[in-house]
């Protein structure tokens, strides 16, 4: 019997080990036959380390100069039935960011170390000093040392943030840092030969996909949707030696049926790991659960036990039970299952994106563009969700009318822009219609006294002048967290087509905006206050002395329509 490759990530292993592998390497070929830069989003240990592993060595040349050129793959179907060029080497560029995640000091120097050893072991002789600016001179220094275009392949380029939601301020102080490096990947297009990027959440690549132009997203991508975890058929092929074993050892635990049959064994498994989709036809395993299954001849929840969002879950439907609600997980654009970034904790995308959720089934609008539906995969996941689900449900309607609302100083704390949201647009919302003011200064006033010497603050500053510019806010609260707002405000916002009268004369008819345009105003104008607060340096008076400083980027549209954006000390 091949063995089972508990906590193995690297092919090489696997492959000497005899160890049970499920050949994804027509995939692989597929992708490497294009000079791409590739992103893949799926959950954690889903596979993609070692789907990384399996590039490097595709991309590395022969392991073996007296062995065959496919080496690792000489059993494999790139190795059987391709003509990939086997005996071609490639510098590679290979970084895992799951580790140093603790704190913005130790990724920098991470960064910096992991960089540093390539430069030291390839002996390029350059001076690495700042991780973002030095990336693209490493690039160019491997492609002129070996005349072969550089492959880059980055694991967990998300973690350093992930790893970090339920503590926004080093959550955005890490992603500030990945954004540096990723940004030095700018202009090395002529240099390399291949990108592959995996990670959890999509966070809008963090900046890499300004530093990537072309950087393809496979995540949804339905030629690929089995690109990682075990189909139907690899259950069947690579596990079939284990599963009258383990029916057998299942018996004895009268976790099934004395008369119980393989296809009960493999029903039972199917109900319980399986029902992961990215095209909502075709189904995945779990590849960590499964193994474990084997391993172990147990049904246990081996993948949320082990899993670091599991704690997202809880958080998540602790704040909004609600989100999770039938209409909530229908219809969904492909923007809106992507949609999570860092300081807005979007539930419905981000429990996509770290596995809690999956794709049900996909429909079309009457434009073309693909609708998602979603579901809780499987009974690993049901049993945990649904009771953290009640349990959230019973806190909530156990809390009186003030618990229920959480305070300003709570909300902020978390980096919760949605919760951040519903609070501005409900305290403009209780002014009756007829003493709205159309004018920025009016919300700002309004705002202000709202938040003037609520409980815990030291001091609330309106327009505290700066060296280069006046932020229209700076709450201080007592424990050492400031607080920099910014508004911008926009009066009226109208489609004003011309049309014809019958007699010729043109004239002008107002239409209201759709509720799509003003939510891309508000969003639009959210994003120049919270640039504003960077590019005018508003929070240097602040930075020595606070504890840490969250920023508020507010955009409004008449009547208080609002929409708030965080962020946090650079």
């Known amino acids: 019997m091949k063995k089972l490759p508990i906590g193995l990530q690297t092919l090489s292993k696997i492959s000497e080990g005899g160890y049970v592998y499920a050949d994804k390497t027509k995939y692989v070929y597929d992708l490497a036959q294009d000079e791409g830069a590739y992103f893949l989003s799926r959950p954690r240990r889903f596979g993609k380390s070692l789907l990384l592993s399996t590039f490097e060595a595709l991309f590395s040349g022969p392991p073996d100069p007296d062995g065959p050129p496919q080496g690792h793959f000489k059993d494999l179907w790139i190795g059987r039935e391709s003509d990939y060029d086997f005996n071609r080497t490639h510098p590679i560029i290979s970084l895992s960011m799951s580790s140093s995640t603790n704190s913005s000091d130790a990724l920098q120097e991470s960064i910096l170390k992991k960089l540093k050893k390539i430069n030291d072991s390839e002996k390029l002789g350059l001076d690495i000093t700042l991780p973002g600016t030095d990336l693209p001179f490493v690039i160019q220094a491997l492609k002129e040392k070996y005349n072969e275009k550089v492959v880059v392949l980055i694991d967990e380029y998300d973690a350093p943030v992930s790893n970090n939601i339920d503590n926004p301020g080093l959550a955005l102080k890490n992603r500030d840092i990945l954004r540096d490096f990723y940004s030095g990947f700018k202009d090395t297009d002529k240099f390399l030969r291949f990108v592959f990027v995996t990670g959890v959440t999509r966070y809008v690549f963090m900046g890499l996909s300004a530093g990537l132009n072309q950087l393809y997203d496979l995540t949804l991508d339905e030629k690929f949707s089995n690109i990682c975890g075990f189909t139907h058929d690899e259950l069947d092929g690579c596990f079939a ?6 029916l057998q050892e299942l018996k004895r635990k009268n976790v099934l049926a004395p008369n119980a049959t393989v ?6 498994i199917l109900d319980w790991y399986d029902g992961y989709s990215w095209d909502g036809e075709t189904m995945v395993l779990n590849p960590f659960s499964l193994i474990n299954l084997f391993r172990s001849s147990k049904f246990t929840p081996f ?17 909004n039970p609600f989100a999770f609600t039938g209409d909530k997980l229908r219809e969904l654009t492909e923007k809106e299952v992507g949609a999570a970034e860092v300081g807005t904790m979007e539930p419905v995308p981000t429990l996509f994106q770290t596995g809690y959720l999956t794709i ?11 609708l998602y539906h979603l579901r809780l995969p499987n009974e690993e996941i049901k049993p945990e969700f649904i009771g953290k689900f009640a349990n959230a449900l019973k806190k909530y309607f156990k809390k009186g009318p003030e618990a229920k609302k959480d305070s300003f100083r709570d909300i902020v704390e978390y980096g919760d822009a949605v919760k951040l949201t519903e609070l501005i647009n409900s305290i403009y919302a209780s002014i009756p219609a007829r ?14 006294g709202y938040l003037y010497d609520m409980p815990g603050t030291a001091i609330t500053l309106p327009e505290q002048p700066g060296s280069i510019g006046t932020p229209d806010l700076v709450i201080i609260f007592d424990d050492g967290l400031h607080v920099v707002v910014e508004l911008k405000y926009e009066k009226r916002m109208e489609s004003v087509p011309e049309e014809k009268t019958l007699l010729g004369a043109k004239r002008q008819k107002k239409r209201e905006p759709t ?9 639009k104008l959210a994003k120049e206050a919270l640039n504003a607060i960077g590019t005018k340096r508003y929070l240097r008076p602040y930075l020595a002395r606070a504890r840490q400083v969250m920023t508020i980027g507010l955009g409004i549209y008449a009547r208080g329509r609002s929409l708030a954006l965080m962020g946090s000390d650079e």
Request: no cysteine.
């Open 263 to 268: 296809s009960d064994l493999r029903r039972k």
């Open 515 to 523: 509720e799509t345009e003003i939510t891309e105003l508000l969003n």
């Open 435 to 448: 003493h709205h003011r159309p004018v920025e200064s009016y919300y700002h006033s309004v705002l202000f």
């Open 241 to 246: 030696e284990y599963l009258p074993g383990t």
């Open 303 to 319: 993948w949320m036990n082990q899993d670091p969002s599991a704690k997202l879950l809880t958080a998540l439907l602790a704040k």
């Open 360 to 370: 049900d089934k996909i429909t079309y609008a009457t434009n073309g563009s693909p």
